[in-house]
Nanobody
Framework: QSQPVESGGGLVQPGGSLRLSCTAS????????VGWFRQAPGKEREGVSCIVSSGGLRNYADSVKGRFTISRDNAKNTVYLQINSLKPEDTAVYYC???????????????????WGQGTQVTVSS
C-alpha cells in the first residue's frame, strides 16, 4: 500500500482525548517530514501540524497549540498526533501526508506533500 494509513479516530466527548496514528508499509516515512491536516464538512482543508524527519522540530496551527502534540517513532515508521481537550470544532476528517522534504517548509501548503492517507474521522460531540 503506497500511501500512509491513519487510524485512531472515533467519537469522543468534549474535553476528551484521542491518539491518531499514521503508518505506512510500502513507503518510508522516517526520512521525510510528515504533516497532519484536517477537513471539516463545508470547510477547506487545514494544516494542523508538521514534524521534521528527525522529530526535532514541530509546527502547530494556532488553533491547536497547547492541545495537540505530534511525535514520531521512526523505528516503527509511524507518526502520531495526540489530541487533548477536544472541542466540537475539532470535528473533521484527519489526514496525514508525507512531505517531499525532510523539513516542514511551508508546511500548511498541501502541495508540499506527495503521499496522502485516506483519513480518519474524529467526531467531538456530547
Amino acid at each position: 500500500q503506497s500511501q500512509p494509513v491513519e487510524s485512531g479516530g472515533g467519537l469522543v466527548q468534549p474535553g476528551g482525548s484521542l491518539r491518531l496514528s499514521c503508518t505506512a508499509s510500502a513507503i518510508t516515512l522516517d526520512a521525510y517530514a510528515v504533516g497532519w491536516f484536517r477537513q471539516a464538512p463545508g470547510k477547506e482543508r487545514e494544516g494542523v501540524s508538521c514534524i521534521v524527519s528527525s522529530g526535532g522540530l514541530r509546527n502547530y496551527a494556532d488553533s491547536v497549540k497547547g492541545r495537540f502534540t505530534i511525535s514520531r517513532d521512526n523505528a516503527k515508521n509511524t507518526v502520531y498526533l495526540q489530541i487533548n481537550s477536544l472541542k466540537p470544532e475539532d470535528t473533521a476528517v484527519y489526514y496525514c501526508a508525507r512531505a517531499f522534504s525532510y523539513l516542514c517548509s511551508d508546511w500548511k501548503n498541501g502541495g508540499r506533500y506527495n503521499y496522502w492517507g485516506q483519513g480518519t474521522q474524529v467526531t467531538v460531540s456530547s
